[in-house]
Antibody, heavy 116, light 106 residues
Framework: EVKLQQSGDELVRPGASVKMSCKASGYTFTDYAMHWVKQSPGQGLEWIGTIIPLIDTTSYNQKFKGKATLTADKSSNTAYMELSRLTSEDSAVYYC?????????WGQGVMVTVSS | DTVLTQSPALAVSPGERVSISCRASEGVNSYMHWYQQKPGQQPKLLIYKASNLASGVPARFSGSGSGTDFTLTIDPVEADDTATYFCQQSWNDPRTFGGGTKLELK
């Protein structure tokens, strides 16, 4: 059974950074790209970017370049996303999703709240 | 960016047939996918590449279309289908999502 287990919700100060994880199980981690998606009430669903764990290649939505950094650890089957210089606009739920035919499997999401 | 336009909401009675549309601002070939999201849950893949049923999804769900106009059909609708449905394209960069159609049952 494919499972993507994301780290816990975060409360962070404006200007800080946050790094979240997505641990994959039930499939060969290096065989599939991992995507990250932002969901906020005002903006709906937004594609942030993707990483191909086998070759550590990333591709970003231009909107999130400089904001998000995607990495992957093949030894632990875990993908990471770091968000930097956080503002209230970054308050949202963030999902990781494995690409098979489309975004076939999703993590449960991490709620990030940016507040002082 | 490719803009995907969906109707905001629909209301239908159980047992009826419902069609949810998604129009793209530019062609996406057949690379349109559909997801169901219930409150407090992550999205779930229903249909990939316009018309292919994802694993484990009931045959009540079907998809059609190509180019710029796509449709998700549920027939017959059941009470458990109350959710928001999103389309998403993966042909053009960046990948984009529609704003979602909230399906309510009468």
């Amino acid at each position: 059974e494919v499972k993507l287990q994301q780290s816990g919700d975060e409360l962070v100060r404006p200007g800080a950074s946050v790094k979240m994880s997505c641990k994959a199980s039930g499939y060969t981690f290096t065989d599939y790209a991992m995507h990250w998606v932002k969901q906020s009430p005002g903006q709906g669903l937004e594609w942030i970017g993707t990483i191909i764990p086998l070759i550590d290649t990333t591709s970003y939505n231009q909107k999130f370049k400089g904001k998000a950094t995607l990495t992957a650890d093949k030894s632990s089957n875990t993908a990471y996303m770091e968000l930097s210089r956080l503002t209230s606009e970054d308050s949202a739920v963030y999902y990781c999703a494995m690409e098979g035919y489309a975004l076939d499997y999703w993590g449960q999401g991490v709620m990030v709240t940016v507040s002082s | 960016d490719t803009v995907l336009t969906q109707s905001p909401a629909l209301a239908v009675s159980p047992g009826e047939r419902v069609s949810i549309s998604c129009r793209a601002s530019e062609g996406v070939n057949s690379y349109m996918h559909w997801y169901q999201q219930k409150p407090g849950q992550q999205p779930k893949l229903l249909i990939y590449k316009a018309s292919n049923l994802a694993s484990g999804v009931p045959a009540r769900f079907s998809g059609s279309g190509s180019g710029t106009d796509f449709t998700l059909t549920i027939d017959p609708v059941e009470a458990d289908d109350t959710a928001t449905y999103f389309c998403q394209q993966s042909w053009n960069d960046p990948r984009t999502f529609g704003g979602g159609t909230k399906l309510e049952l009468k």
